[in-house]
């Protein structure tokens, strides 16, 4: 199958063309609807004519808007690979040069190729670069980019309802087009790709993993779980992370752990490599136990995913995991009860610390999340949140004396409440933090099925767990 490239004798090769472009469907994975809206671009290619006849406008140009690593070039691609055209490829950033006129005449060179080789997709990658809302940028370059615009607006309606070249344009920012791109004829069909979700992201991980020595039972899920907020390209990348580092420690199998250690590092770049002692160790840990401890008696919290205590290069110290779903559009509003609780996890590493070393003991390792409930505390009371709800108001007014007086004691009221309210709680649930702390001293980060397994047989929670 495959689309073939005229070529005439004595004629360029086309600078346009990819030729690796073998993709179908079936390598992009967690499209869910999207693949249907796909489908009927390849359906233009193929039964342009019913279309027409029809009467059925085939659009000149599909936008594809979504983050860096959505897999949009590759859908666009797959496009192409399905329906068996040619695909020819720029990236708008590399139509903004600096001579005028070279930017228009490459769009001009890359329609011509794609017309010569018709049926075809064109590509084009991050076309904000060149089709920004006119007016936006002034000067030379201004004017150079909009010399491009023009040309490619033209190129356009060339091939407006024709259904032999489509143009795939892919954007994060479908928001600043210039009106002009996105008129009906042109760009009028725009396609979201959302970040995958937690089936999505599994699905994703299963695609790459076709061609590598993967383990019997690698549990894909767990690490979809574990790899909330990412995309293909990061998903594609663990799987490379992980087959590599199989490969140097000469083992023959990819297992989940792998891919759970690849996903950390992806997500928070390399552990710190320097040594710790013991002692240091076992205050971190006490750091995060703490704080999971207490989250896990907030039921406004998220789940928790993981704990650990390998710190990240240009941290200090090791984290908390929340669970957070970047799939669903979320409100960042919180609720009174949330904002207590998150204010009262902050201080659980000091309430923590005072219990198990005593005041005379303390160190200062809680002190930047004693910064954090500080500032939240103070948050919640401009929110109105608190018993002086006249104090409601986004400014901190520095020069009315009276009322920073009133705002900090009101504050310090709550973080007194909440500090309380941590002490008495992890008093009650010693056993449980010093278990966490010796698994986290001994294995460096518990996951989410041992973390809820270990709170069901020591926790004295308010409430029980959420089911997951
Ligand atoms: P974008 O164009 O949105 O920046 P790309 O298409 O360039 O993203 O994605 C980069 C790589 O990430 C792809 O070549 C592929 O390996 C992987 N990838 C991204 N999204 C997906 C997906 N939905 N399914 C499979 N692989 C994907």
Redesign the pocket.
């Known amino acids: 199958s495959g689309a073939r490239v005229r070529r005439a004798k004595g004629r360029r090769p086309p600078q346009f063309l990819d030729l690796d472009a073998d993709v179908k469907f079936a390598?992009?994975?967690?499209?869910g609807d999207i693949r249907k809206e796909l489908e009927e671009i390849v359906d233009f290619f193929t039964f342009g004519e019913k279309y027409r006849r029809r009467g059925s406008k085939i659009p000149a140009g599909i936008l594809?808007c979504?983050?860096?690593?959505?897999?949009?070039?590759?859908?666009a691609k797959a496009v192409a690979g399905e329906a068996g055209v040619n695909f020819f490829s720029i990236s708008a950033s590399q139509f903004v040069e600096i001579y005028v006129g070279v930017g228009a005449s490459r769009v001009r060179a890359l329609y011509n190729e794609a017309r010569d080789n018709a049926p075809a997709v064109v590509f084009i990658?991050e076309l904000d670069a060149v089709g920004r809302q006119r007016g936006l940028i002034g000067g030379s370059g201004g004017q150079e980019r909009d010399s491009t615009l023009n040309q490619l607006l033209t190129c356009l309606d060339g091939f407006e309802g024709r259904g032999e070249v489509i143009t795939i344009a892919?954007t994060n920012r479908p928001d600043i087009l210039d009106t002009a791109l996105v008129r009906p004829g042109r760009f009028d069909r725009k396609i979201y790709?959302p970040k995958?979700g937690t089936k999505?992201r599994a699905?994703?991980l299963k695609?790459?993993s076709r061609n590598k020595p993967m383990a019997e039972e690698v549990d894909y899920e767990a690490v979809a779980e574990m790899t909330d907020g990412m995309?293909?390209?990061q998903?594609?990348n663990i799987l490379d992370v992980a087959a590599l580092s199989v490969l140097r420690d000469r083992r023959s199998e990819i297992t989940t752990d792998d891919l759970l250690e690849a996903a950390q590092l992806e997500e928070g770049g390399h552990p710190d490599p320097r040594p710790r002692s013991e002692h240091l160790l076992r205050k971190l840990a006490l750091n995060e136990a703490s704080m999971a401890t207490m989250a896990a008696n907030c039921p406004d919290l998220k789940q928790i995913q993981l704990v650990t205590i390998v710190p990240r290069m240009g941290e200090e110290k090791g984290a908390v995991r929340f669970r957070s779903d970047h799939t669903k559009f979320e409100l960042q509003s919180v609720s009174r009860q949330g904002m207590l609780d998150y204010i009262t996890v902050q201080l659980a590493p000091r309430a923590a610390d005072e219990l198990w070393n005593g005041a005379h003991q303390m160190s200062t390792i809680w002190a930047d999340t004693v910064d954090q409930a500080r500032s939240a505390a103070r948050d919640f009371v401009f929110a109105g949140l608190s018993d002086r709800g006249d104090l409601y108001g986004l400014f901190d007014c520095w020069y009315d004396y009276d009322r920073v007086k009133a705002v900090d004691s009101e504050a310090l009221k709550i973080v007194n409440s909440c500090y309380e309210r941590a002490l008495e709680f992890l008093g009650r649930n010693r056993t449980l933090v010093d278990k966490m702390v010796e698994q986290l001293v001994k294995d460096r980060f518990i996951r989410q099925a041992e973390f809820e397994e270990l709170v069901s047989m020591y926790g004295q929670l308010d409430k029980p767990l959420p089911s997951p």
């Open positions: 390598d992009v994975a967690g499209l594809l979504g983050e860096p690593g959505t897999g949009k070039t590759l859908l990658d892919a790709i995958p999505g699905d994703i695609v790459h995309v293909g390209a998903l594609a």
